[in-house]
């Protein structure tokens, strides 16, 4: 069993940045690609970024392109999310999530979709003020 396990959340104000890190257990770090998802309140939950497991590749949502960057270190079985130019809009809890290592390979027509990503993480809150 998967268990990735979000930290970094915060409050920050506008113009911010925090750095989310999830950390997973359980399974080969090394052979999985992970992504990051958030859901504010009364909204569903939307794709934020997502690397596939050698950091070879890197997907964004749009919302997120040219503010966030999404990291890994295999050797430390971490994944990160530096987030610059943070905006109110941003404000949600954040989810690390990680697919079966059997499933299909990350693609930009696949990352962004809920069915892909079999564990969640709890979440951590970024909170963005204004």
């Known amino acids: 069993q998967v268990q990735p396990v979000e930290s970094g959340g915060g409050l920050v104000q506008a113009g911010g940045s925090l750095r989310l890190s999830c950390a997973a257990s359980?399974?080969?770090?090394?052979?999985?690609?992970m992504g990051w998802w958030r859901q504010a309140p009364g909204k569903e939950r939307e794709f934020v970024a997502a690397?596939?497991?050698?950091?070879?590749?890197?997907y964004y949502a749009d919302s997120a392109k040219g503010r966030f960057t999404i990291s890994r270190d295999n050797g430390k079985n971490t994944m990160y999310l530096q987030m610059n130019s943070l905006k109110p809009d941003d404000t949600a809890v954040y989810y690390c999530?990680?697919?079966?290592?059997?499933?299909?390979?990350?693609?930009?027509?696949?990352?962004?979709?809920?069915?892909?990503?079999?564990?969640w993480g709890q979440g951590t809150q970024v909170t963005v003020s204004s």
């Open positions: 999530a990680v697919p079966s290592p059997y499933g299909p390979a990350f693609t930009a027509s696949n990352v962004g979709s809920l069915a892909l990503y079999d564990y």
């Open positions: 359980g399974h080969p770090f090394t052979i999985v690609s």
């Open positions: 690397i596939t497991w050698n950091g070879g590749d890197t």
